[in-house]
Nanobody
Framework: QVQLVESGGGLVQPGGSLKLRCVASTSGFKIYVMCWYRQAPGNQHELVAD???????TYEDSVKGRFTISRDNARNTVYLQMNSLKPEDTAVYYC????????????WGQGTQVTVSL
């Protein structure tokens, strides 16, 4: 069992920045694909960004050029740097750890609220 604990959410004005952090409780952290999802009220769960074991990243189109996902395997931590935030980025953001081979090993954090508003 892997526990994921997110932090860094909050209220920010449009154009502002936040950095989310997710710490994983596993010594096998470096083998997991790490992802950030978000869910706004009335919307489906949406994959925002992911980073694989080799550091390759993918992003949802609406966040490209504004968000950056990164990982620190020594600290079992994945980050999401969010710049130029927009009101439509408002959502609960969830950290996800996905084993690249064994699909059963798929874990979620509790979520952290990000609100972009004046």
């Amino acid at each position: 069992q892997v526990q994921l604990v997110e932090s860094g959410g909050g209220l920010v004005q449009p154009g502002g920045s936040l950095k989310l952090r997710c710490v994983a409780s596993t010594s096998g952290f470096k083998i997991y694909v790490m992802c950030w999802y978000r869910q706004a009220p009335g919307n489906q769960h949406e994959l925002v960004a992911d980073i694989d074991t080799d550091g390759r990243t993918t992003y949802e189109d609406s966040v490209k050029g504004r968000f950056t996902i990164s990982r620190d395997n020594a600290r079992n931590t994945v980050y999401l740097q969010m710049n130029s935030l927009k009101p439509e980025d408002t959502a609960v953001y969830y950290c996800n750890a996905r084993h690249p081979v064994i699909r059963f090993y798929n874990y979620w954090g509790q979520g952290t609220q990000v609100t972009v508003s004046l």
